[in-house]
């Protein structure tokens, strides 16, 4: 866009007398109320943001076919960003790699990964742990993007509440992190417990892993919404990435 | 705001020579950047649109005190618009009259109203039709807020599905609808009937009226997002004035 | 079981004096407190009960293999009863008809069915109706089951309220009816409607059709529990076998 | 309405040949097209069918005011009518008492009656049975409402199915039943219970009755939605009125 | 039908002293109850609609077999109308093709149609706004509905809340708007921001579009019934076609 | 009753030649049908069940006024049976007390309670833990159930899953149970984390306490079913009393 | 673990003063602090629980690979427990067989077994109680699993609450119970004829059997929990299982 | 606790041969088994932790009585530590007063507050937005929470989405935040705008304001759980306590 160098030009014939003041505040005024927010520069802003948060554009491979999803691959990766795909099928990644061969699958994760130079390292550790062998793949989709959002992980999986001597046995590791991420199906107590153990905030994810009254997650979800520790908040279910995500701006700041 | 001036005074410096263009330009792009937008005369974009809507800003008397509703009645009167207060108590009506004492209280309705002359005239009428006796307070809160929308309103009251030929026997009145409010609790089948006897658009009202399954309108509200009639949309439970709104929007096209 | 003839040798040791009334009593009370119920005819009751209602016990497929459809088919079939197959797959059907030569599929109802001469004939006529074509496999389910089970059946398809003129259309037919079955997705408004017309029982069962808020059927099920007419009660969703056993019982009353 | 009056001379004029064919035709088909239903003899049919059903309309006293109720009720009684006032407050007794003051108030049904000779006899008995003593109150709605409406009314109480020898005791009342209404919260397992006892069509009506998980009567609703007794259709939560009326119309039949 | 004849004849009658008025009025009291409404003129009212609403019979693909789509799209075509079908799939355009072959399929948006010269044009210009690619067939559904049903059609895709600056970058596009159907899954806040900007009616389109607690477009759709905004109303989860409807009989209003 | 009265004159009938064995055993036959189950000894077994349970009725104050609650306890403790009322507010005591003077009111529980010498004593110990300081009237509901039924009870309160220690440092009062009860709210973990120290059945009661997305007890029974520990059995939302007597019950065994 | 074995080193060295009792102390201290909780014997607690509760690990099938799946499994045997397998699919018991060729496959009840001499009986018989065919599978599930943990296992089916005879014929089965296990599906009313009927616990499974508005065991879980019979309690939706591992819980009391 | 003392002597024991090592080894054991974790200093790292998160005990007023919070907070405040009720009424503040008078009580959050000298500042600005007025009393409660923990609160009100132009004229103003919370009722869109204008964590609140298909909030939190920005986690519905919690730690990181 050359909208500055248009508002050069109009001041510039301001300057030299070609137009009289009225008429270009009167230009100016359309100019404030019509013309995009992208040409003002807002654009612009995002494309900070992006910079500050240290973490590009993320493809949600879920209703997105391969070859969709290999173009906006390439076009990420060719102007030299990271490339983090999630919920990708291998059918996903057959595409991806001819694009970009050196890209990496996480089957358990389902996803897809290219690390390039454009991520700021974050300040601690970002713990993940999971209740359940169930809930390892949320929980590997949540390590592997905080990873790659450039924090270090520290994976504490199998400590479910239901034998709560495994999750205290590593309360030496839960105490070293900056912001945990707790995944947990079922009845989702994990978070809970694991925020009454530490001073930093915990991110609940809940997962779909259950059956019967699980709903689908729901129970998880509704158990750890009404978390009776305060240092909760709570994700979607499954939503491992969105929980890294969160957990990566906070281990940033 | 005075942004105006202030850029009037800017083009003036730039067209007596006071100020360098380039440092004129950088003035301005700062100014589309960092300025509050209802400085750039986006909130007076938001005054045309209240206009051309022929309706100014509505008060929605729930979760306010009968002091607060007072307060911003009087400001709404005082720059010349007409009033209008939902889900208003006698309590609130005590206090509004006492700053506005011409306004009225419809007491079915809940609604507090007073008319000024701002409110451009729709073009056809609307038809209000309710289910059951116990539906008209939602039915009036629609027709009323309609009429003061500047809306020729025709109420049709009491034509209930289970008895199918009071609906029929006003269908002439029905036809001559420009746009159609339909209000119904129990099971919310009035909109798909009216739907199928006319063709023009049918905004479907649910009511918490019912007991039991009904749900406190849950069923209504299924039932006309169901309809098998494909010109009804549907507003929120009990919302008598965002039908009434809408309609009026569609009644002004 | 031979328990008459256990009494009735009892009896006999009394009347010659074998045993003490007093052991005798003692005796019969044991019986009365430990004898499995079936044993004391109350199972025998049950089968008068299948014989007032005109009707044998029915195989419900859902669930079921079709050997063990096949097997219970064969047993009915066996002792002279008329055999009703509901949610029969085409492959039950190849799996009943090697021991049912003579028994129908029939397609979109999903019902398998032989007929018998053990069926006594309802007193007036059923009537069928449904809202859309959709709905027309749960109606044939009833309508089929309420022919097998002895009434004169008369079906009124595709009256939607939608389109209510051919609901008005048919009410010559309706009146005829000495109870009438409603079957209707989405709103599940045909109930109401009909009810309106009539002075007879409607059962309503509402269809799993219809997508996004009809929720497999809750929405249908809702509108009908709520129905604004007094002569309509519900059955389970899809339904069409319960709705036409009930309509059968009252039409042999 | 004097419709077929206006008829009879527009058929005298044709006769007198004080108009010609053709333009009474029209008139004729102008009277088809535009007249309200009622005009027709629609409304006649309704009055019809009112007198077949034994019945007249009933007061739903929910969300009406006391001055609304006893004004309906003058009407009602005024043309001969039998009176029923469902979920009547006290306040609307002593309205309604002022205007039909042989009226009786039925506290725990919380119905008002005044019978008059306007109600044909059903020709059986209507069982009406409930689980739990707090389920009476809308058992005695459903047999205060039956008995009304001119049936023979066997009330059976406290037969909850936790306790199923107390209902098997009442096994031979309950099988001199035409039609039973089972009226139960909590699990509302007793309509599937009391079906397999008998041979006629139950109406079940789940109540509010429970604490926690019983959600104001979605998980009896639910269970008799499901019973897997086929006799079963169920009313609405709490109607006892409804069930009532389906019973009296099947009664009548 | 003949029934003009009919009554002709009898008026004849009448006027020849052929018959009693008396029993001629008996006849015709006869006639206005039993005969069915179309006959008297109310279907073709129902076809006068169809011209009125410039669009004839939709076929909604769901739940019909090709075969059955390819029957009544022939007959619709034949009959000079533009075919509209739904939710169609692959399969149903092979065999609709056979029959129709100048028809279209829409893939993204699986409709199929087929355009001939009986569709007024709306009067002005409907805006199909979408939150993410996601959401695109229902869009699509939405916007080859309307312009089918004659309007002209301007998408802005992919403008959800949450990257507000890309909305607002198109508000000089969504100000041209009659009408405006925007359509979101997840948390379904487009129509609020939208509707909040424009001063035209707002049809919101939840879909089903998301995962864990989005549970199938719920979210979306109580997002929306909740708008902050007061010109929004709402159809059915992923009912594009409906809000297409919807859209078009307002502008063409 | 005297049925066994009965039996004997008919046996001595038979003994004497009276009466034909063969008309005796028709006789016999019938009473065996027809027979209300109570005379059979049916109800004598409840009795002696009541007795094995170690518990007679208990009354459930909700919905029962003071006046009947007292009437039923007058009763109860006439017969010599403890008596038990739960869910009683003060006016229920206040009745209750002027008919059994000696009875105990436990206002936080809610309970009123007379005890008799008819209960047996419990084998071990009944823990009864409970989360948080507002889970503590349903929590002692079960505790005084529990002893009013001849247990032990070991009371464990406020050992909230947040604080992990807690409960961990009553891990040894913990192991002493024979059964324990877990109550808690808002995520309900507590029985859980239990189950996992233990090797006896927890018997889970949630709560209705907390607020928002608790649902009125419905997220913390979620939790509950969901239990990834397996020796946890659930019943309904703050059904103390319901806890305490199956606790009761296995302790009896 | 040799965590004693290093203790008993430590203990020595301090014996013969290899080290100051001051940093032993220091050593000690240390080791209870940050050693996992089952080095220091928290893990045996574990293992001594085990042989408390007389049942090793149990392997959830659902969501793990039949690799995964026969890995646990050889693992479990070669410790020379029982193994026991639910929710296995008949691709891992192809597994598992490979590596427990003794292993055995129960079809209905998708559970794989191998008995080895680490169980203790338990005292009582366990009846599991099922209402219709389509709940066997959980049925069989709680059976064989009861009869792994040492139960004798008595199993009474078909026997649901609609043909109420059947039941009651089994009355003298029912009564031989120490606990008894109570599957059902649809309505779920089971449980609390059942509990009615005998004076020990009874733990009830909801089944996912029923279609429409039995919502996949919600139904039948509702109504478990609402029953109105005391000593009911209940455990997730299918979860025969669970059922079981609570009822040898209390079985071996 | 004197556990090392004791583990001291024993030690002694060991090294003046009072002891033989194996005896000792079983007392250490035993130690190590049977000893409640707060006597291993468990307990002193949950003080570390109060101090470190900056923060004491914090009294939830629901349900509590205000005899009950008033000895609470006399004994937090007693101990030096700073005070907070959430949740209070004016009942509990006058108890609160009477032992704390110093304390403050903020009407429309419902908090009372007393500041002492022990809590660490926060490192930057936390953010309140909230869409609308009835928000306004959740958003004050994390407000003054925040405030209290340390924190440099802005507080940024009335920025609903449907007039998005006065939320973006406060962008200036978020771009300041370290952290944000956004309290929103109705569709709870506001936490997925504001999140796309920052890059910082936003801790959602959802309200229970609203009416109708808002279901107490349950519209605003499935809203939330759903946001299209990734920035986004969730607490209870009207849980402004919390969120402030949450927003503390991640701003005293």
Do not use: W
């Not at 929980?139 to 993007?145: G, H, L, M, R, V």
């Not at 892993?209 to 279910?237: D, E, K, P, Q, R």
């Amino acid at each position: 866009m050359t909208s500055n160098k248009l508002l050069q030009e109009l001041l510039d014939r301001v300057a030299r007398g070609d137009i009289e003041t009225r008429d270009a505040l009167e230009h100016l005024v359309e100019a404030f109320r019509a013309r995009p927010f992208e040409d003002l520069g807002f654009a612009k802003v995002d494309h900070h943001r992006a910079i500050r948060q240290g973490f590009p554009e993320v493809i949600l491979g879920l209703g997105k076919t391969p070859a969709q999803i290999a173009a906006i691959a390439q076009e990420i990766v060719g102007r030299g960003s990271t490339l983090l795909v999630t919920r990708a099928s291998a059918e996903a990644f057959d595409a991806v790699r001819t694009v970009v061969p050196a890209s990496t699958y996480h089957l358990e994760a389902a996803v897809i990964t290219f690390r390039q130079q454009d991520v700021a390292p974050g300040k601690g550790t970002i713990v993940v742990a999971s209740a359940g062998t169930s809930d390892q793949p949320v929980a590997e989709e949540a390590a592997i993007t905080a990873e790659l959002m450039g924090n270090t992980v520290e994976r504490i999986y199998d400590v479910g509440v239901a034998g709560i001597h495994r999750l205290l046995g590593e309360r030496h590791r839960l105490v070293t992190a900056r912001v945990i991420i707790a995944v947990a199906g079922m009845e989702g107590a994990l978070p809970s417990v694991v925020s009454g153990l530490v001073s930093v905030p915990v991110i609940a994810v809940p997962t779909s892993v259950g059956y019967g009254a699980s709903f689908g997650g729901i129970a998880a979800l509704l158990g750890m919404l009404n978390s009776c520790a305060s240092g909760v908040s709570v994700v979607n279910i499954d939503n491992g990435f969105g929980a890294a995500n969160i957990a990566s701006l906070i281990n940033h700041l």
